[in-house]
């Protein structure tokens, strides 16, 4: 079993940018890939960006150019630095851990999300 636990949620101006952190405990030796996936009210869940242990990336299209994903193996933890952030990257996002590639993940774990809420 792995648990995930996110920080660094909140509210933030259009414009602003927030700091996600993740930090995986548990049966650690089985972590490779790592990601971030959000859920909006009313909308599906969707993978925003994805992370491998030698640190390939894969991201959304939506956040392209404004997100950056990165990780810290010695510390089991992985980060989601957001910029320039708009109204509709507000939802509740959420740490993943799987199988896979970078661009074909299966996320096996997840954390309970942190809520991050972009307004005037």
């Known amino acids: 079993q792995v648990q995930l636990v996110e920080s660094g949620g909140g509210l933030v101006q259009p414009g602003g940018s927030l700091r996600l952190s993740c930090v995986a405990s548990?049966?650690?030796?089985?972590?490779?890939?790592m990601g971030w996936y959000r859920q909006a009210p009313g909308k599906q869940r969707e993978m925003v960006a994805v992370?491998?242990?030698?640190?390939?990336?894969n991201y959304a299209d939506f956040v392209k150019g404004r997100f950056t994903i990165s990780r810290d193996n010695s510390k089991n933890t992985v980060y989601l630095q957001m910029n320039s952030l708009k109204p509709e990257d507000t939802a509740v996002y959420y740490c993943?851990?799987?199988?896979?590639?970078?661009?074909?993940?299966?996320?096996?774990?997840w954390g309970q999300g942190t809520q991050v809420t972009v307004s005037s």
């Open positions: 992370i491998t242990s030698g640190g390939r990336t």
């Open positions: 548990g049966s650690i030796v089985s972590i490779n890939v």
């Open positions: 993943t851990t799987g199988s896979g590639s970078a661009y074909a993940y299966s996320p096996d774990y």
